[in-house]
């Protein structure tokens, strides 16, 4: 039994971007100060450090939350935008 014919790499998912090439968010939670409330920041990841990453999904969740925004340094709000389909 020859195993030449196995693949030897994981094929990439229907949409062509590999896990690794697929953008991920980070949180910033921003503490309360007197007369500031407390506020969300959503950053693509890399932007601030962070030990959890978001999906797409829960990025755009995050989002809609009270007082969340996206950081505007990394450009977290167009980095969720979908990718227009190519040209044919």
């Known amino acids: 039994m020859s195993y030449r ?3 030897t790499y994981r094929p990439f998912p229907a949409d062509g971007l590999s896990p690794r090439s697929r ?3 980070t949180l910033q939670y921003l ?3 007197p007369g ?3 506020a969300t920041l959503l950053h693509v990841i890399g932007c601030t450090p962070s ?3 978001l999906n797409q999904e829960q990025a755009l969740a995050a989002l809609s939350q009270p007082r969340a925004a996206a ?3 990394c ?3 167009r980095s969720l935008a979908p990718e227009p389909p190519p040209a044919s």
């Open 5 to 7: 014919d196995v693949p």
């Open 23 to 25: 953008p991920a968010w």
């Open 31 to 33: 503490p309360h100060r």
């Open 36 to 38: 500031h409330p407390g």
């Open 51 to 53: 030990d959890q990453t």
């Open 71 to 73: 950081c505007t340094e």
């Open 75 to 77: 450009d977290a709000a």
